[in-house]
Structures are given as C-alpha cells and as structure tokens.
C-alpha cells in the first residue's frame, strides 16, 4: 500500500465517521447511565403467558343461550350429520343382522326337513 | 329369534327417539356452544365400545382356558360391536373436532389410541373371518390385546397433554345436562344388551347348522 492510498483511506473513514457520528452517539447510551442489563446477572426468566386449554376440555360450564357472534363454521351441519350418522350405523347393523338371522333360520329349516325326509 | 329382536329394538327404540329432544333441551356448553351437543351420543357410544372390548376380553379368556363355544359366540358378537360402537366415535369425534378444534383429527394420545382400539377389534373380525381352521383361538388372544387397550384409552386424557375433554367432564356435569345424557346412556345400553344377545344367538344358530351338516355327513 503507497503512502497516497493510505492517506486517501484515512481521509475516507474521517469522512464517514465525521457523518455518522451525531447519529451514532445519539443511538448509544452516554458513559453516564449505568449499563441496563449488567453483563454478571442472570437471564431473564422466561415468562410466558399461561398456556390458554382448549375450549371445554376441563368441566362443561353451560349458559342458556348461545353468543350472539357470528360463528364462521356453523355447528348445526356438524351436530346433524353427528346424529344422521349414529342413526344410519345402527339401522345398517340392525338390518345386516336381521337378513342374518333370517339366512340362519332359514338353512336350520332346510336342515330339519331334510332329516325329516331321510328318517 | 326375530320377535326376540323386535322386542328388544322396541324396548331401546322410544329411548333413543326421545333423546334428541332432551338434548335439544339441555344447555348449551360456553365455550363450544351448539357442536358440543354431539358430546351425548359420542360419549355413550364410546362407553358401549370400552364395555364391549371388556365383554370380547373377558369371553375369550374363557374360551381359551374353558373352551367354552358359546364364550367364543359372545366374544365374537362382542368383538363385532366395539367395531360398530367404535366407528360412531370416530366419525361422531371429528365432526365435533372440526368446530370445536378447527381440525378433523390430531394425532393424541385419546385419538390415536381409540384408533388402535378399534383397529385391533377390525383385526380380531377379520382373522376370525379369513383366518381359517382355528382362527378362533389366535382372535381370542388379540380380543386380549383389546382389552389390555382399554385403560390406556381411557386415562389418556388425564395422563398427557391433550386436546381432548378430561374424563372429568361426565361426573362434574350439571343438572341440565346430566339428564339427557344419562338417557342416552341408557339407550345406547338396552341397545347394546339388546344387540350383543341376538348377534350370540346368530352364533349359536350358526354352531347349530355346522353340527347338523356334519351329522347329515356322517349319516
């Protein structure tokens, strides 16, 4: 490095120094005011807000009448096709069993007019 | 066998046609409002299921060590509806999850654990079905698996950190919806009891039939 250049880079820093320094002292704090977290303490303990549950998962608190806000996501849709489905599983079974029961007396039937025949 | 299962449907029939009116009744819960009414059919179905995956266990145990078959019927007709029961709470839980979570499914301990429950009971009725000569036996020990399940369903609630409803919910209802809910059980016993009878009787009939084509075979 020539002696011309070091001079031009030292200029340069004077200059930039010279610019941003009102800035930068004004962004530090001054030598007076005692430092805000003193280098020696301890991290701050974490303090979080208390964990929010999710809705009704302790006890059930009832009201009479529902809030007046407008929900997003009706419920009604959920509660019918909650009930529809519970309906519909137990006639299908009640129905599956029925036609069973129908099949078995009806092979036992055979069954028996057949020894009949052969005795 | 037919006029038996008329009768019994008839009994469970006017329980479950008035339960929805009485829950229409009841008070709606504070913070889920409406969706939260699909709590008093979920619930019992599930109690149904736990008691049924009990009955299936404890058939099996004495058809294992007995070899008794109509333990084995019982337990067959048992296994069949924890499958039953099982599918209402899990169709019936998410559809609940979706309002009240803002999610159709989380993989917790209750959900994941009620699914396994009732996939060992899937598994049970199909190696029961597809297993061939004396799948009964190796069932029964699954119908075992099951039961052993059951606890952990239910007390993972209490036990992990989940999104679900603790188990305290049922003994700490109030009077306005300690009624229909109850009744609902109800129904969903008599019902039960109602259905687990004519389904062993299917398999007793079904025992039945076997024995006579064996003795028309060795006539």
Do not use: N
């Given at each position: 490095m020539t002696r011309g250049t070091g001079a031009a880079l030292a200029a340069l820093v004077a200059v930039v120094l010279a610019a941003a320094g009102p800035q930068l002292a004004a962004q530090q704090p001054t030598l007076s005011t005692p430092p805000a977290q003193p280098q020696t303490a301890p991290p701050p303990a974490i303090t979080t807000a208390p964990q929010q549950a999710p809705p009704g998962q302790g006890d059930f608190v009832p009201v009479k009448n529902l809030p007046a806000v407008q929900e997003q996501l009706p419920a009604a849709p959920f509660v019918l096709a909650a009930y529809a489905f519970v309906w519909v599983a137990l006639l299908v079974y009640v129905w599956s069993l029925w036609r069973r029961v129908g099949a078995v007396q009806k092979e036992l039937a055979d069954l028996r007019r057949q020894a009949e025949r052969k005795a | 066998m037919k006029r038996y299962l008329l009768a019994l449907i008839v009994l469970a029939m006017p329980l479950f046609a008035v339960a929805p009116f009485l829950v229409d009744g009841a008070p709606y819960e504070?913070?889920?409002?409406?969706?939260?009414?699909?709590f008093y059919f979920h619930v019992p179905a599930a109690i149904v299921m736990f008691v049924s995956a009990f009955v299936c266990g404890i058939a099996s145990v004495v058809f294992l060590f007995k070899g008794r078959a109509s333990a084995d019927h019982l337990a067959e007709a048992a296994g069949e509806l924890v499958v039953v029961f099982g599918l209402i709470v899990l169709v019936t839980g998410p559809l609940w999850a979706r309002k009240a979570w803002n999610t159709w499914w989380e993989w917790d301990p209750r959900l994941t654990s009620s699914l396994l429950l009732w996939m060992i009971f899937v598994a049970y009725l199909l190696v029961r079905k597809y297993g061939g000569p004396g799948s009964e036996k190796l069932a029964a020990a699954m119908a075992l698996f099951g039961m052993a399940n059951v606890p952990f369903v239910y007390v993972s609630v209490n036990f992990w950190r989940t999104l679900h409803p603790e188990t305290s919910v049922v003994m700490t209802l109030v009077a306005g919806m300690r009624g229909p809910f109850w009744l609902s059980v109800a129904a969903f016993v008599l019902l039960y009891v109602a259905l687990l009878a004519i389904r062993t009787s299917i398999g007793h009939a079904r025992a039945e039939v076997e024995q006579a084509y064996l003795r028309m075979e060795g006539d």
């Open positions: - | 504070s913070t889920m409002g409406l969706v939260q009414k699909i």
